[in-house]
């Protein structure tokens, strides 16, 4: 059991068993639902701030453990974590949930494929939500090629392509993984000094210490939620997410990369990862967007800015969409 959050249900859809949890806030189907689709490293959980709020104003809301991660299915070929297989995972999750059209709201990694989904799969979405993700046009050459030169082989994305090596690495010690992950942000004047080695995850697990509680922005509780999750998934499906870039970006070659669907991009004002400014000139990608920053945030918005986000949200949905 997850504290203060739905109770799991098992849902098998394009062939996996996907772990999700629902609130219906709208038991008349007057609304689209909203499918909250989390990133790495995380489970359905990450939405335990939203999930609630957003039924509360009226939807129907789901959330639920990717592929691989937590309580869902994870198979071990890499090519089903690819975006063509992914976003074909949530249109069966839709058909299984007897849902036409639906909103997807998804962070980080969750968020670039809410995005995918509204490329590849419009008539199943009726809005598109990016939290920290923006979309971006197809590079020119083969990301992780574009990753090392930029950063240097040390880029945790190109770590990641190694296969085994960082998912055992992590395994060795997942409550320290999780805290390295979510700590505070640091301030903008510190970027610089900090580029390229915060980039470098496997190195700073191998060589890091534990993370005090004061320099977290979750608590113990929900550290141990994520413990627990990949304790039960370990971590060879979200690092699949990785090694699957330049395959993404070769099934992409010659699609229509615009999504027409009703948008809003929410940044953070602190996330060296995805810093706001890459959000720039997404228009020409998404014509029907509103962007919104959040101040004072860094990359993990749904804990440390949960009350300003879900207000953006709800406000954008009951805009477009509350009869």
Excluded at 64 to 71: A, E, N, S, V, Y
Excluded at 223 to 234: L, M, P, T, V
Excluded at 277 to 304: C, F, K, Q, Y
Aim: glycine share 8%; net charge negative; aromatic share 12%.
């Amino acid at each position: 059991m997850l504290k203060d959050f739905p109770d799991r249900r098992f849902i098998n859809a394009n062939g996996v068993r996907f772990a999700a949890h629902e609130v219906n806030g709208d038991p008349d189907g007057k609304n689209p639902p909203v499918m909250l689709v989390h990133g790495w490293p995380e489970i359905a959980y990450s939405w335990k701030n939203q999930i609630k709020a957003i039924a509360d104003a009226g939807y129907r809301v789901v959330a639920f453990d990717l592929k691989g991660f937590g309580w869902s299915d994870k198979p071990r070929e890499k090519e089903r974590y690819d975006v063509e297989h992914l976003t074909a995972d949530f249109a069966a999750l839709l058909d299984a949930l007897d849902i036409n059209r639906a909103v997807f709201c998804g962070h980080d990694w969750g968020g670039s494929l809410v995005w995918s989904m509204g490329q590849l799969h419009p008539e199943r979405v009726a809005g598109v939500i990016g939290v920290c993700t923006p979309l971006k046009p197809r590079a020119p050459a083969p990301p992780v090629a574009i990753l090392k030169k930029r950063f240097t082989d040390k880029h945790y994305f190109v770590q990641f392509q190694e296969p085994d090596r960082v998912e055992k690495l992590f395994a060795t010690d997942v409550n320290r993984f999780v805290r390295m992950m979510f700590q505070k942000p640091a301030p903008r004047e510190r970027w610089a000094s900090l580029v390229p080695w915060i980039f470098d995850l496997p190195g700073r697990f191998a060589e890091g210490k534990p993370v005090p509680d004061d320099k977290l922005i979750v608590s113990n509780d929900v550290i141990d939620a994520y413990r627990a999750g990949f304790e039960q998934s370990g971590f060879h499906g979200g690092v699949n997410l990785y090694r699957n870039i330049d395959r993404n970006w070769k099934y992409m070659e010659g699609r229509n990369e615009i999504v027409r669907a009703p948008s809003l991009w929410i940044g953070a004002e602190l996330d060296l990862f995805l810093p706001p400014e890459s959000a720039d000139g997404m228009e020409a990608l998404v014509p029907n967007l509103e962007r919104r920053i959040i101040e004072g945030a860094g990359h993990w918005l749904t804990w440390e800015k949960p009350n300003e986000m879900n207000a953006l949200i709800i406000d954008w949905l009951n805009d477009k969409f509350s009869e």
